[in-house]
C-alpha cells in the first residue's frame, strides 16, 4: 500500500509541476509540425524523459513536455509551448514580450524591425536564422492536366486576371483560387514574389489559415489552384514553374536547397541578440546543427546538410560552366548577398562554417575546390562580369580565413540567371563546387 501512495505522490507532483523553459510563437508553415519536431527532439536531446507532444490542429498550438528524473522523489516536468497562427502573431508577440523565439516564414518587415529595435537589431545573423528552405508550391488537383504555369500566368489567375482553365492551356471550366490569410508569412512570401506591388489578390478567393486544409481542399476541387509550403503539398499535382529566359523548375530538394526554384523561401527563427532566456539560444543551435536540419529534411522542407549532384551539361551554358559539368559536381549551396550590398546575408554566414565542417569532414580542405560567381543584369556585360568576379572572391576570402584552399574562382556576369522581375536579387549569387575526384 505504502508503495502504491508513494506512486501516487510522485504522479501528482508531475501533474502539478510544469516549468515552460521555452515559448514560439509565429508560422503555421513552421508551427504545424517543424517546430514540435525540434522541440521534441531538443528536450530528448537535454535528457528529459517521458516526453509527451499534446497538438491541436484546430487551435493550432503544441505543449511538447519533458520530465527530469521522473522516479525521483522531487520529479520536475518542463514545456515547450507552441502557437501558430502566422508569421506576423509571433512578431506582435514578441513586441509585447510574449514569446522568446518568432517563427517565420518571411523576411522581418521593416516596420517589425523597427518596432523591435529596443531589443537590438533583428537583422543580425545572430538574431536572424534561417532554420530550412522551402519551396512554396503552386498546386492543383491530382488530375489537373496543367504540369507547367510562367510566374506570370499564375500571377494573372490569383490577381484575378484569368478565370478559366482553357486561357493556360486546360479544359474550358471556372478557375477557383485556394490562398493563405493575411496574417500568414506564406501568404506575404507569395505576395512579394508572385503578384509584386502592382497586383492585389483577387476578391473570390479563398482564404486558409493552414497550409494542410489549404491542401486537403484543393485535392477535393478539380478546378482548383492554391500555394502551399513544400510539406503540405501532399498528393496534389505540383506544377513546374518557369520564366521567359529562365528553364521551369519543380520545387525539388537540390533545386529548392541552392534556391534557384523561383518560388524557394528561407524558414526562420528569430531571438533577440539580449535575450534574458539562454534556452531559446539553445534551441535554435540545436535546430542548425546537422541532427535538426536532418529533422527539417524529415519534415518535409529542405535541409541545409550539404549534399552534392551532377549537373547535365547545356549547349547555352558558359563554356567554363560546360567544363566544369565534366570535371565536377556542384554542392547544394549557395552564397547571396544582402539587397544591394557586397556583404554576405545572415545565411551565407552560417553556411561559411557548415560548407568548411562539411569539407574537414571529407578532408578535403586543400581539394579542388571552385566558386562560380553570377549577377544580376545591368545595362553593361562588362560590369555583371566584375560584380560577379567580386561575390565570388568575396567568398573565397571568408574561406581562406577559415583554411579552405580554392582552386579557382569566376564571375560568369548575368549568364543563367534564376530569377526575374521580382526576384532579381536572387541573380547575385555564388555557386561552390567540388572536383568529382575529389569528393569521398
Known amino acids: 500500500m505504502h508503495f502504491f501512495i508513494g506512486l501516487l505522490v510522485i504522479f501528482l507532483s508531475i501533474a502539478a509541476s510544469a516549468e515552460r523553459i521555452l515559448t514560439l510563437k509565429g ?83 521593416d516596420k517589425e524591425v523597427i518596432a523591435l529595435s529596443q531589443l537590438g537589431d533583428m537583422k543580425k545573423t545572430s538574431t536572424e ?144 541578440e539580449n535575450t534574458d532566456n539562454p534556452i531559446a539560444k539553445e534551441f535554435i543551435e540545436f535546430s542548425q546543427s546537422a ?30 560552366y560546360q567544363e566544369l559539368t565534366d570535371s565536377a559536381e556542384r554542392l547544394s549551396i549557395n552564397f547571396r548577398f544582402a539587397e544591394g550590398s557586397p556583404s554576405l546575408d545572415t545565411k551565407a554566414s552560417r553556411d561559411i562554417q557548415r560548407l568548411v565542417q562539411y569539407l574537414i569532414d571529407k578532408k578535403k580542405l586543400t581539394g579542388k575546390i571552385y566558386l562560380v560567381g553570377f549577377s544580376n543584369a545591368t545595362k553593361s556585360y562588362s560590369e555583371d562580369v566584375v560584380l560577379s568576379r567580386f561575390r565570388a572572391l568575396a567568398v573565397r576570402r571568408e574561406l581562406l580565413k577559415q583554411g579552405v584552399i580554392i582552386a579557382d574562382s569566376r564571375g560568369l556576369g548575368s549568364f543563367m540567371p534564376v530569377a526575374s522581375e521580382t526576384n532579381t536579387f536572387k541573380n547575385d549569387r555564388v555557386e561552390v563546387w567540388i572536383d568529382k575526384n575529389e569528393e569521398g
Do not use: C
Request: proline residues 4%; neutral net charge; charged residues 20%.
Open 291 to 320: 541532427e535538426g536540419q536532418e529533422i527539417v529534411g524529415a519534415v518535409g522542407f529542405v535541409s541545409q546538410n550539404i549534399q552534392k549532384a551532377s549537373i547535365d551539361k547545356q549547349s547555352k551554358m558558359p563554356v567554363y
Open 129 to 272: 536564422q534561417t532554420i530550412g528552405i522551402d519551396g512554396l508550391s503552386i498546386v492543383t488537383h491530382p488530375d489537373k492536366p496543367i504540369h507547367r504555369l510562367t510566374l506570370n500566368q499564375i500571377r494573372q489567375i490569383f490577381a484575378g486576371q484569368v478565370t478559366h482553365w482553357d486561357a493556360v492551356g486546360g479544359l474550358k471550366r471556372p478557375i477557383t483560387l485556394y490562398a493563405r490569410d493575411a496574417q500568414s508569412g506564406t501568404w506575404d512570401t507569395f505576395k512579394k514574389m508572385v503578384l509584386g506591388q502592382s497586383l492585389t489578390l483577387a476578391d473570390h478567393a479563398e482564404r486558409f489559415e493552414s497550409n494542410t486544409v489549404l491542401a486537403e481542399q484543393v485535392m477535393h476541387d478539380l478546378n482548383a489552384i492554391g500555394f502551399v509550403g513544400l510539406a503540405a503539398i501532399g498528393e496534389t499535382n505540383v506544377l513546374a514553374i518557369g520564366e521567359e529566359g529562365i528553364d521551369a523548375l519543380k520545387p525539388g530538394k537540390f533545386e529548392v536547397a541552392t534556391e534557384d526554384y523561383p518560388l524557394a523561401r528561407r524558414l526562420y527563427l528569430y531571438v533577440p
Open 27 to 109: 508560422s503555421n508553415t513552421i508551427g504545424e509540425d517543424l517546430a514540435p519536431s525540434l522541440a521534441k527532439a531538443y528536450l530528448e536531446k537535454k535528457g528529459l524523459q517521458q516526453i509527451t507532444m499534446n497538438q491541436s490542429s484546430t487551435h493550432h498550438t503544441a505543449i511538447i513536455t519533458g520530465i527530469v528524473n521522473p522516479f525521483s522523489s522531487t520529479p520536475t516536468k518542463m514545456e515547450i509551448a507552441i502557437e501558430a497562427h502566422g508569421s506576423s502573431t509571433g512578431f506582435k508577440a514578441l513586441i509585447n514580450n510574449q514569446t522568446d523565439i518568432v517563427m517565420s516564414s518571411r523576411r522581418i518587415k
